[in-house]
């Protein structure tokens, strides 16, 4: 697929539909001129080589919302799918400075000016100092700078000054996740700043686990002991991620399921999930929970799910459901701000 033709596809399916009802949502009233409302909720779309983005972080139900803002295009360096499995796993954002960063196969891209960036527009800078290659997750602690950036085989970087370190700069720390055979991999990170905890999830050779590194602040370069390891339920490559400030860590599968874990830091070796909520769709999930609202969002082929009150949400759930209005996109990675 050319660049031209993967714009073009993206421009195609910019529009969202609202599909299943759920509680919540946004609203407000607003003048005859609005002043423009940057974007709040981004996803990244692997088989059409790019991201969308739009300021509605809580859609209300029934409702139709256009994709406001689409970055695509040869100047971006966002690879085009499909055909390339990992090439486009992950993506963070520093909601203070409207910064996202893009995780690719070759390198981590960042946006400066995020909420109101659109179209075939080049990063604004790279980071450096972790390798290339694909299925590379990220993870950033905005309050002090630092970027986290996990390897498939094993390897989890540490860059300082992340807002402003560029290709040149190089990892502080460099870990190495012991305890990995051949056939195992790193599927995910999740980064829990408020109890500086870091969460990864692990394909065992076809079993899906989650390990607990307790302190990862005070680690030093080398080798990484786990301090728990924990089932996915289930789940063979687990999407996971955490709400800190309520110690809780999401965990989903590839059947539309999310298992939830309370005490987080706490879960020891063997623990089980407190309980388990099933989604709309059967698929895998990548997961984003934005903490400030207590919402979960679950991105999968060409759906974002969107649940209100997760960290009480239990069995099957009712969510708002962003669909694009085609199935050839697979949107592997959501975040928003609050």
Do not use: W
Not at 83 to 109: K, M
Not at 135 to 152: E, I
């Amino acid at each position: 697929m050319s660049i031209v033709r993967s714009a073009s596809a993206l421009l195609a399916v910019s529009l969202v539909v609202i599909v299943v009802a759920c509680g919540g949502g946004g609203g407000g009233g607003g003048s005859s001129t609005p002043a423009p409302v940057g974007s709040k909720v981004f996803a990244v779309d692997e088989v059409n080589g790019g991201f969308g983005s739009t300021e509605n972080n809580n859609p209300s139900p029934g409702t139709a919302i256009a994709i406001t803002r689409i970055v695509s295009g040869a100047s971006t360096q966002i690879p085009v799918g499909p055909g390339c499995s990992g090439c486009l796993p992950s993506l963070a954002l520093d909601s203070g400075r409207d910064q996202l960063y893009v995780s690719t196969n070759t390198s981590v891209l960042v946006f400066n000016n995020a909420g109101t960036a659109s179209g075939n527009i080049p990063p604004s800078r790279t980071v450096g100092g972790t390798g290339t290659g694909t299925k590379r997750h990220l993870q950033l602690n905005t309050a002090t700078d630092q970027l986290y950036v996990s390897t498939a085989t094993g390897t989890i970087f540490q860059i300082d000054s992340a807002s402003t370190a560029t290709g040149a700069a190089l990892a502080s720390r460099t870990f190495n996740v012991t305890t990995l055979l051949v056939n195992d991999f790193i599927t995910d990170i999740a980064l829990d700043a408020t109890n500086d905890v870091l969460y990864v999830g692990l394909n065992r050779n076809g079993f899906g686990r989650v390990g607990i590194i307790l302190g990862i602040s005070g680690k030093s370069s080398g080798s990484l002991p786990l301090d728990a390891e924990i089932g996915a339920g289930g789940a063979v490559d687990p999407s996971i991620t955490v709400d800190g400030p309520r110690n809780r860590l999401y965990v989903a599968d590839f059947l539309g399921h999310v298992f939830v874990f309370d005490n987080a830091k706490a879960l020891t070796t063997g623990a089980i999930a407190n309980r388990t909520l099933t989604l709309p769709f059967s698929t895998q999930h990548r997961l984003f929970l934005e903490t400030a609202n207590d919402r979960l969002y679950a991105s999968g082929q060409n759906r974002v799910v969107v649940i209100n009150g997760a960290g009480s949400a239990s069995g099957s759930v009712t969510a708002a459901v962003a669909q694009l209005s085609t199935i050839n996109s697979d949107l592997t990675a959501v975040v928003a701000k609050p």
